[in-house]
């Protein structure tokens, strides 16, 4: 088997599930899960409806390159939503459906990353854990960059050594960030572009969370949006990647996209025509009304704002927990240890969270995730309302 595969580290819901071996929780307290980040909202009734409408295309194979009307469906929105020149982002060269952006992250490491010359695929810490699979398993090395309190949960790229630039094939940004959500802005966006242009790196900009922010005026900028500020209708060495998962409540689904500059989509495309990961044609036809349509978002939005504000009423007396800029998560600084807070939360009160330890690496002597766990705020908002008492009975438990 491939070598590279001792470098993969356990997945973070293993080292949880080891984590809560053995324990017996209240079996009077129903399980309430904050700890996976799978939307839990109703999905679109109208998509559900064309995935039955155009059941008959399972007879049919689907391309890797997808239908058109889909990558206009999808270059429409990204023009609308990122204020992108017209006629700038093509359907035909300059977009990629994908079966969900896990799947994309991967399999575009894989074809991006040149062996040669000691690679490193750059990734904010703490970070989705496929950045770092992805870079051992493409032959790179991983580097890290921390993401701490002080500078909003945002890397200082200020500080990365130049060495690392110069070695650096692959930057992966993660805005609104998991777990923090975190935005990255506009002015930070254009001097990543800069450093691009100087170093010669690609940008990946994993931007599943952005239709999940809490203020309406205050939509999360995204990398192609600061690529037309400063005029690179080519959007020369920058990708993006979006997904239904989140923004409509279809993680089921599997879709989403790559979009960005066609000199890279082309040898991308080439890949997965080999990898064979096309999208079923239902699939394709039932995300065309989805990205289609705005008014489920907003729903979804409205959802979203009206439990974070409830569980940070519940919680901010007794910890210390903010809004974050966008995402469904809530990246809540614990009263101690975070895998310890985690363990017996779940033994005293049947909830779990992630522990943020779980989430990062150590590096330059910091482990950045932890003292802090991860609430997806993705159930009901009853049983949100319910989980955040629980959390805050523990807590004063600990000062008792």
Request: net charge negative; proline share 7%; with cysteine.
């Amino acid at each position: 088997m491939n070598r590279d595969l001792d470098l993969l580290q356990p997945y973070p819901f293993e080292k949880l599930a080891e984590l809560k071996a053995g324990i017996t929780p209240p079996a009077e307290l129903q399980h309430i899960a904050l700890s996976i980040g799978e939307p839990k909202h109703t999905s679109p009734a109208f998509v559900a409806q064309s995935l039955i409408d155009n059941i008959g295309c399972l007879a049919n194979y689907p391309t890797t390159k997808g239908l058109p009307e889909l990558r206009q469906a999808i270059a429409d929105w990204c023009t609308r939503r990122f204020n992108l020149s017209p006629g700038s982002l093509t359907a035909d060269a300059h977009v990629l459906p994908v079966n969900g952006t896990r799947e994309a992250i991967f399999a575009f490491t894989q074809a991006a990353i040149n062996r040669d010359g000691n690679p490193l695929v750059v990734s904010p810490n703490p970070f989705y854990q496929i950045y770092e699979g992805a870079a051992y398993l493409a032959g790179a090395e991983p580097y890290y960059l921390n993401c701490l309190a002080e500078n909003n949960f945002i890397p200082d790229y200020d500080a990365v050594p130049e060495a690392v630039w110069q070695r650096c094939q692959l930057l992966f940004l993660c805005s609104p960030g998991n777990p923090t959500g975190s935005v990255t802005d506009l002015d930070t966006l254009k001097k990543l572009i800069a450093l691009s242009d100087k170093y010669d790196f690609i940008i990946a900009s994993d931007e599943c969370y952005s239709e999940i922010y809490l203020q309406p005026d205050q939509k999360p900028v995204g990398l192609l949006q600061a690529c037309a500020e400063l005029g690179r209708d080519d959007y020369h060495n920058c990708i993006v990647m979006h997904s239904l998962s989140k923004r409509s409540n279809l993680p089921g689904l599997r879709s989403g996209f790559v979009a960005g500059d066609a000199k890279l989509l082309g040898p991308f495309l080439s890949y997965r025509t080999y990898h064979g990961c096309s999208m079923p044609i239902q699939h394709q036809l039932a995300s065309i009304v989805a990205w289609n349509d705005e008014a489920h978002v907003e729903e979804n939005r409205a959802l979203y704002r009206e439990k974070f504000k409830a569980v940070i009423d519940i919680l901010s007396p007794v910890m210390d927990v903010q809004y974050p800029d966008a995402s469904f998560y809530l990246w809540a600084k614990t009263p101690i240890a975070d895998d310890i807070f985690a363990r017996d939360l779940f033994a005293t009160q049947n909830l779990t969270v992630l522990p943020g330890r779980y989430l990062s690496r150590e590096t330059d002597g910091i482990l950045p995730g932890a003292g802090y766990v991860r609430m997806a705020l993705v159930a009901t908002l009853d049983e949100c309302v319910e989980g955040a008492q629980r959390i805050r009975r523990y807590v004063e438990s600990l000062s008792a």
